[in-house]
């Protein structure tokens, strides 16, 4: 069964995306880390497919400073820095490795396989990674996705955490899903939460904005937000789906808003 550690707060900050790319400045990236720390975010989310490994280097940088106790540190295995998928015993090692390095930490207080299916998840692997437990360099394994795909990872009781999206539309399979991984004790880290509730197509105020436009183009997702976004934070955050919700974002009003939000949520024990 999961149990929060100290450090895991109710919300998590994903650097991934366009903090993985030049159109947000690294300095703004760390600001952003920064900020979201002093208000309450200690738990950070990232991994080595995001911008071919600068999304780890990014937070790495961003929380050097800090003291290594008092933040949760999540990145993800089996996508590597060319987006191909590789779930190998040294695919899985050797990108620990680099994540390791990049991050600028001994461990990591989780490490998500990223989407893997049935076949990835050969007994060689699963052993590798409970050696990678025994060895300290992981505190706790979960595993990503967002379908099926995942339900052969859950079956075998040996993640401690799931990753999935959390929203209004993911419908009644993946909402059994959800609470099946709950019940059995295993955390769930809710993604995609603001779904239908963000804009679509963007007034490109930043070059930020041109890159989620980009993705809405390439999702067939350009509609107008059907609801409020920080109200389907809050269902998220309060909700009975999810132990720790994700949000990422490029603006500091946007953040401030999350914030408001964690500081009225009820926080992990």
């Known amino acids: 069964m999961f149990e929060a550690p100290p450090a895991l707060s109710r919300m998590a900050f994903g650097v991934a995306g366009p903090h993985a790319t030049p159109m947000v400045a690294k300095n703004d990236t760390i600001t952003l880390v920064e900020a979201a720390y002093e208000g309450g975010i200690t738990a950070f989310d990232t991994g080595p497919s995001y911008g071919a490994g600068a999304a780890e280097a ?127 004790g295993i955390g769930v880290f809710g993604i995609e939460v603001l779904s239908g509730a963000s804009a679509g197509l963007r007034w490109p105020g930043s070059a930020a904005d041109l890159w989620y436009s980009a993705r809405a183009i390439a999702q067939r997702k350009w509609n107008a937000p059907s609801h409020d976004p920080v109200h389907a934070l809050q269902n998220a955050v309060c909700g009975s789906l999810a132990d720790i919700t994700m949000i990422s974002t490029t603006r500091v009003k946007h953040l401030q808003e999350a914030l408001r939000v964690l500081d009225e949520a009820p926080q992990n024990t």
């Open 58 to 184: 990014r937070l790495g940088e961003a929380l050097a400073p800090l003291d290594r106790n008092s933040v949760f540190i999540s990145t993800k295995a089996g996508i590597n820095e060319a987006k191909a998928r590789d779930f190998s015993v040294d695919g899985i090692r050797f990108s620990l490795d680099r994540s390791l390095k990049r991050l600028g930490c001994d461990y990591v207080d989780t490490v998500f396989l990223h989407g893997p299916g049935a076949a990835d998840l050969s007994d060689p692997l699963l052993q590798a990674l409970e050696y990678e437990k025994d060895c300290g360099r992981v505190r706790a394994l979960g595993v990503a996705g967002r379908g099926t795909e995942i339900d052969a990872a859950l079956a075998l009781g040996v993640f401690d955490l799931l990753m999935a999206p959390v929203n209004a539309t993911i419908g009644e399979a993946a909402l059994v899903r959800l609470r099946n991984a709950r019940s059995v």
